[in-house]
């Protein structure tokens, strides 16, 4: 049995509103009015009113210092170099928060974890922010670490399965998950479709869980039953996130809804199926939020009910699309609402679907 015992999370504290991120990105992306107007209806599309950002101080002024570095031309953006600057700079307090709240929430001292996982894809630095935390809660020196890096958003999933195998073969681990994300260090310059509707939903936030065992525990959050991932072949390009000179740039098939609703229906259908169950037994879902037209996709594939995702809007809307925390703040949401078995879905690079099963 492994058991979900604490969550917690935390945003960045100033929030930009998605018309003022619209005016930013028109000042950057576009060249002309017919521009101008086309990203002010994907930024209407987009799901998105607010969202938290470490540079929102900068975005808020007349003059944001970090977009006119006077090294960098204005359609190419900082260089990679000092956007890693910035996560070094501000990944550790997002970080720190959430794994803080965490275990309050799971009533743990930081010195009862036994294994640490961090989750990231959006910065690198070495020693990164597990020895941060490690530092800061303060956890034990001795204290195993593990980081899941560039796996994109489904990135929190598979540190939840293996803390899970972790506390499967170790009865009395206790272990840390801690997932942080700076999205909006890589916003990105000029006219390119993958580039824009990135701009337009991904956000900044940490989440962090805690996974245990034997507990004594009289009200765990959630039961973890089961896992399975499952790659949709030929699909490599359809979703990929790589380093360039001006940050890390994502790229985003128009095809990746067409994906989700072709494969998901019959992989979904066995998995379920293993555990004796079908879609008529799941009225709980997390669907990781990568846009309106991803949920879109996973509502109509498996005909769910509109009620079923409205989580995963809630969470888009008012955070955007935070890479791989997203998921763990709609389980924060759902853990209100629910105590019945819930699916959660995540779609990464791959094309890979990640599945959880809780209870």
């Not at 470490?54 to 975005?59: D, F, I, R, S, Y």
């Not at 965490?102 to 020693?127: M, Q, Y």
């Not at 530092?135 to 929190?156: D, E, Q, W, Y």
Request: aromatic content about 8%; some cysteine.
């Amino acid at each position: 049995m492994a058991l979900i015992t604490g969550i917690g999370v935390s945003v960045p504290e100033i929030s930009i509103a998605q018309d003022l991120a619209m005016l930013h990105a028109q000042s950057f992306c576009c060249s002309d009015d017919h521009q101008k107007k086309v990203l002010e209806g994907l930024y209407k599309r987009s799901g998105v009113e607010s969202r938290a950002s470490v540079l929102g101080q900068e975005l808020h002024s007349q003059a944001p210092s970090f977009f006119t570095l006077p090294d960098n031309t204005p359609f190419n953006g900082p260089s990679t170099s000092s956007r890693m600057e910035k996560y070094n700079r501000n990944v550790l307090p997002l970080a720190l928060a959430s794994a803080s709240h965490a275990l309050e929430d799971a009533n743990l001292k930081p010195s009862e974890i036994s294994h640490l996982i961090t989750v990231s894809c959006t910065g690198f630095f070495a020693p990164g922010f597990d020895i941060g935390l490690i530092k800061s809660l303060p956890l034990n020196n001795s204290v195993s670490r593990t980081h899941v890096g560039f796996m994109g958003c489904h990135g929190a999933m598979n540190a939840i399965k293996l803390a899970a195998s972790i506390v499967t073969a170790q009865r009395s681990a206790k272990v840390l998950v801690c997932a942080a994300e700076l999205c909006s260090l890589h916003f990105q310059y000029g006219w390119n479709s993958s580039d824009i509707v990135a701009n337009s939903i991904f956000a900044d936030g940490s989440a962090a869980v805690v996974i245990e065992g034997i507990t004594e525990k009289k009200n765990p959050i959630w039961e973890i039953i089961g896992y399975n991932s499952h790659i949709i072949p030929e699909s490599e390009d359809a979703m990929s996130w790589t380093i360039g000179d001006n940050g890390f740039k994502m790229k985003l098939s128009t095809h990746v809804p067409d994906l989700v609703v072709k494969n998901l229906p019959g992989w979904l259908a066995n998995w379920l199926q293993s555990f004796g169950l079908s879609m008529k037994d799941i009225n709980s879902w997390a669907v990781h939020p990568g846009g309106p037209r991803i949920l879109d996709a996973v509502a109509n594939s498996v005909n769910l009910q509109v009620d079923y995702l409205q989580p995963s809007r809630d969470i888009l809307r008012r955070h955007g699309n935070m890479s791989s925390p997203t998921i763990l703040f709609i389980l924060d949401l759902l853990r209100f609402k629910t105590t019945v078995s819930t699916v959660v879905l995540g779609f990464g690079p791959g094309l890979t679907i990640e599945g959880l099963l809780l209870k």
